[in-house]
């Protein structure tokens, strides 16, 4: 038998994180979904009686990223279709690509300690590959600045929940700063 090119991509870990988020947050009536293209939040509706948090193509990292999203998000946004949020896609031009990592600080923070939890690597993500050139560096810098925040008092609570799950699985752990660097960039 052949494998397609998405079930050569999917991470094998990825049932394992499925399995772990739909038990931890069966009380909020909510599942992370395989799904094939772009991640999206759907609530529950006449057809599907949960939540659904789909994300794309298998991808360990997405996954995480689109749970982080929904840690942040309050009880009625999610009940709107990908959190009632305005999403610009790839092609951004300067302006745009400002507000869009504008808004991705705090949940590419949260995938951040997901990923250092679960004993991967973190890497941000511009996600503008044909629009106007990031500054991935200042970018990673305040993603970092945010983390370190959360670090230092506290993470959205459903965020610490998985994060928790996570490092028990995975036996990942959180990032490490120095005190010093932690105060810097808190002060930034």
């Known amino acids: 038998m052949t494998a397609t090119p998405s079930s050569l991509d999917k991470d094998p870990q990825v049932e394992v994180l499925i399995r772990l988020f739909n038990s931890e947050f069966s009380?909020?009536?909510t599942r992370?979904?395989?799904?094939?293209?772009e991640p999206i939040y759907l609530p529950a509706n006449d057809?599907?009686?949960?939540?659904q948090i789909?994300?794309?193509?298998?991808?360990f990292s997405s996954a995480l990223?689109?749970?982080?999203h929904w840690c942040i998000a309050g009880a009625k946004r999610?009940?709107?279709?990908?959190?009632?949020?305005?999403?610009c896609p790839d092609g951004r031009d300067e302006l745009q690509q400002a507000e869009?990592?504008?808004?991705?600080?705090?949940?590419?923070?949260?995938?951040?300690?997901?990923?250092?939890?679960?004993?991967?690597?973190?890497?941000?993500?511009?996600?503008?590959?044909?629009g106007a050139e990031p500054d991935r560096e200042a970018f990673t810098g305040a993603v970092k600045a945010q983390l370190v925040a959360y670090l230092m008092g506290n993470f959205p609570p459903r965020a610490w929940r998985f994060i928790n799950v996570l490092k028990g699985e995975f036996q990942g752990n959180l990032p490490a700063f120095e005190?010093?660097?932690?105060e810097e960039l808190a002060n930034e």
């Open 54 to 59: 789909v994300f794309a193509h298998g991808y």
């Open 100 to 130: 869009f990592e504008k808004v991705e600080v705090k949940p590419q923070a949260i995938e951040w300690a997901f990923t250092a939890a679960s004993g991967r690597k973190f890497q941000v993500s511009t996600d503008n590959l044909n």
């Open 78 to 87: 999610r009940l709107q279709e990908d959190y009632g949020y305005w999403y």
């Open 32 to 37: 992370l979904v395989l799904g094939e293209d």
């Open 27 to 29: 009380d909020f009536n």
């Open 65 to 68: 990223h689109e749970i982080a």
């Open 47 to 51: 057809q599907t009686p949960y939540h």
């Open 179 to 182: 005190v010093t660097q932690c």
